[in-house]
């Protein structure tokens, strides 16, 4: 009788209560507890949906700022490396005010890697996403920006693809993360200056 109650529990762990084998959740988006925070709001392109990801960061934070202020200072990308250091040598490369917009090129460096970027989506003060490449790492890297009466609650994810982002997964676990805190956090210190 005891071997049938764990052959049992054993077969629902395994096919679940419906029946069906369940597949196991790719450890890019469970290594760090950040895929269980995602965001469902969040417009994910096809093929860098979080349960594809290599690797994957959620960062969230509230602002004393309007959105329209923080937006601003996404979209003037070369200003970065001033204010947030892990960007560096940052260039747009098609738009005349140097300024983010829809189809906009960025070409940078951050967390060691030389990155080509491409926005994706742009919703003046409210989405921001872009994908980029680099050496065997492909990303969609996204920021949701919503009204409060406070002023604005910033959400940013990545989903990160390749061997690329697996080496840097199991070599440095909390370094996406670590960054895009600092990202918000200085985003934050910025926005609430202007």
């Known amino acids: 009788m005891i ?41 994910w392109p096809k093929g860098f949906e979080p349960e594809q990801a290599d690797l994957f960061a959620h960062n969230e934070i509230d602002i004393q700022a309007g959105c329209e202020i923080a937006f601003s200072n996404l979209v003037d990308a070369e200003a970065w490396p001033s204010w947030y250091s892990n960007s560096k040598d940052v260039k747009v490369l098609n738009t005349p005010d140097h300024r983010l917009r829809k189809n906009a090129r960025i070409s940078w460096e951050t967390f060691g890697f030389h990155i ?42 990545e989903v990160v693809k390749g061997s690329g982002a697996i080496q840097f997964r199991e070599q440095q676990p909390n370094a996406m993360h670590d960054g895009h805190q600092l990202w918000l956090t200085t985003l934050k210190d910025r926005s609430e200056k202007d």
């Open 3 to 43: 071997h049938r109650t764990w052959a049992v529990l054993l077969a629902a762990a395994i096919f679940g209560m419906n029946g069906h084998a369940q597949v196991p959740a790719h450890e890019g988006l469970t290594f760090n507890g950040d895929g269980a925070l995602r965001n469902n709001q969040i417009h």
């Open 116 to 157: 080509e970027s491409r926005v994706w989506e742009f919703e003046s003060s409210s989405r921001l996403g872009w994908f980029g490449d680099g050496n065997d790492v492909h990303a969609y890297h996204t920021f949701l920006l919503t009204k409060t009466p406070e002023g604005c609650h910033i959400v940013t994810e």
